[in-house]
């Protein structure tokens, strides 16, 4: 079974930059479309940022500016650059990805990673 493996989670200061990871269990798993989504308690999960096929990206307003998400050269992960970070960005970042798996597409979730942003 593909996964989707997450990492680069942590805490940080206000201010501070986090990389997020997200990688299919296989390599010859590619990744054809996908986002990051977050979570903080007591709330709904959100889009966050999202990358095409064709490498369009869009993001939601709050983090526009500070996070940039790009696709990996080998096409089997998407990354998410945190910076300038925020109390409000504290949440459980997932990713979701559209995995070519021999020929066939499937939406995977990632097992989630924390991001704690101190003030």
């Known amino acids: 079974q593909v996964q989707l493996v997450e990492s680069g989670g942590g805490l940080v200061q206000t201010g501070g930059s986090l990389r997020l990871s997200c990688v299919t269990s296989?390599?010859?798993?590619?990744?054809?479309?996908g986002g990051w989504y977050r979570q903080a308690p007591g709330k709904q999960r959100e889009l966050v940022a999202s990358?095409?096929?064709?490498?369009?990206?869009n993001y939601t307003d709050s983090v526009k500016g500070r996070f940039t998400i790009s696709r990996g050269n080998a096409k089997n992960s998407i990354d998410l650059q945190l910076n300038n970070l925020k109390p409000e960005d504290t949440a459980v970042y997932y990713c979701k990805a559209n995995v070519i798996i021999f020929g066939l597409r499937y939406d995977q979730w990632g097992q989630g990673t924390q991001v704690t942003v101190s003030s």
């Open positions: 296989g390599s010859t798993f590619s990744i054809h479309d």
């Open positions: 990358i095409s096929n064709d490498g369009r990206t």
